[in-house]
């Protein structure tokens, strides 16, 4: 998660297969939940995660899309933040890859009571700062990556660091010679179902370890030693840390990657009416006429495990498959129900928002601070068999920023 940033005039996000269905959202114009140019707390104060809602015990609704020095916007209603300068959490830039504590993202949230805030973090051990490292000297090829425990006991005001080993780590000590990115990566938000814990990660292929999105559960009065990975055939994957000892057999600590996902899945929302899951992917897919199209793709599933592939919701040209011309690139989708009565906001009715980081492309074809947090308006009927489909307005209030 690099630094970079963006923004596009005439971009559209667009339904596939629906041409017919009306005027498509206008992400040059689409409503802001967070106005970099307003509103930042610093140059680097940008929304580089999915967003992520939950709230609190008061009744307010909370809204973090981390960053290497994550804050948090605060509001009456989900369209109503004020943004709160104060840095919730951030990484000690540990040099040592055993502590899993070099550049941290908070980027899952759960709570009950909206006081004791569970989270997870995106922790990026970034070997070519650190002199001595990574014999390749270039972030990319340096990068481990790992998934930490944090927590917050004020209602979301501070996350420290939790003790003890990572969430999900590779049973392989990090390599200075390493040539590419390696570990776990980008947690999707923490939802509840049947009765447990849940969240997505993405891997990357390494040694035992194959290429895919993983699922990990816990028991919902668990802590961070209680999270297993799907092995294939259940859920008794335990990840090892190879700086705590030995570890004999590296293959039975790794996930197995579910069938039919090629990218992270970074936002599940469940639909009570109809049973379902909705989960949306930022990536480079194939339509059904075969063509390759950058955006959000949409997944729908009733058991975690099985996922039907939706096609492309909304297409868009993404951070790390940019079109110069364009002028902004789309990152971190989430989806969200700014009316839901569920504390994270993840139980959904017909209409929801879908959230999109959007970064101004420099005139070299970078990215910088600039980003701003929009969102789009879902439709998705409460019947089985219905698609969700992006639609240009929804049933929410008039956003009060334009």
Do not use: K
Not at 359 to 381: F, K, Q, T
């Amino acid at each position: 998660m690099r630094r970079g940033a963006g923004r596009i005039a005439a971009a559209v996000l667009a339904w596939a297969g629906m041409a017919d269905a009306g005027p498509a959202p206008d992400l040059g114009s689409a409503p802001l939940l967070f106005d970099w140019s307003a509103e930042r707390c610093g140059r680097w104060d940008i929304p580089d995660a999915p967003a992520r809602f939950w709230r609190d015990a008061e009744g307010r609704i909370h809204m973090i899309a981390g960053s290497d020095q994550s804050r948090q916007s605060v509001g009456q209603a989900a369209d109503r933040l004020a943004r709160v300068c104060a840095v919730v959490h951030r990484g000690a830039d540990d040099p040592d890859p055993a502590a899993r504590n070099d550049r941290t993202w908070v980027s899952s949230i759960f709570t009950r009571d909206g006081l004791r805030i569970e989270a997870l973090g995106h922790m990026e051990y970034q070997g070519d700062r650190h002199p001595g490292a990574c014999a390749a000297g270039r972030y990319m090829a340096c990068w481990r990556n790992a998934v930490v425990a944090l927590e917050s006991r004020d209602g979301g005001e501070s996350f420290a660091r939790l003790p003890g080993p990572p969430v999900a780590a590779l049973p392989y000590r990090y390599d200075p010679g390493q040539t590419r990115r390696s570990g776990y990566f980008t947690p999707s938000n923490i939802f509840e179902a049947d009765g447990v814990l849940n969240v997505f990660v993405f891997a990357e292929a390494y040694d035992a370890q194959r290429r895919g999105a993983c699922l990990l559960r816990r028991r919902v009065d668990g802590g961070p030693g209680d999270w297993r990975a799907w092995d294939g055939q259940g859920f008794s994957a335990r990840f090892a840390d190879p700086y705590r000892g030995a570890v004999a057999d590296p293959d039975a600590h790794v996930c197995a990657p579910l069938p039919g996902l090629d990218a992270t899945l970074s936002s599940v929302v469940f639909q009570p009416a109809t049973g379902r899951f909705l989960a949306v992917s930022p990536r480079v897919g194939r339509d059904a006429g075969g063509a390759r199209r950058a955006g959000i793709w949409a997944y729908v599933s009733r058991d975690l495990i099985h996922w039907d592939d939706l096609g492309l919701l909304a297409e868009a040209p993404l951070l790390w498959a940019r079109d110069c011309g364009q002028g902004a690139a789309y990152a971190y989708p989430s989806l969200v129900d700014p009316d839901s009565p569920a504390p994270m906001l993840d139980r959904v009715d017909d209409h929801l928002w879908l959230t999109l980081t959007r970064m101004r492309l420099e005139a070299d074809c970078r990215v910088g601070p600039e980003r701003d947090l929009i969102r789009v308006h879902v439709n998705w009927p409460a019947q089985a068999g219905s698609r969700p489909e992006l639609a240009a307005s929804g049933p929410d209030r008039p956003d009060p920023r334009r």
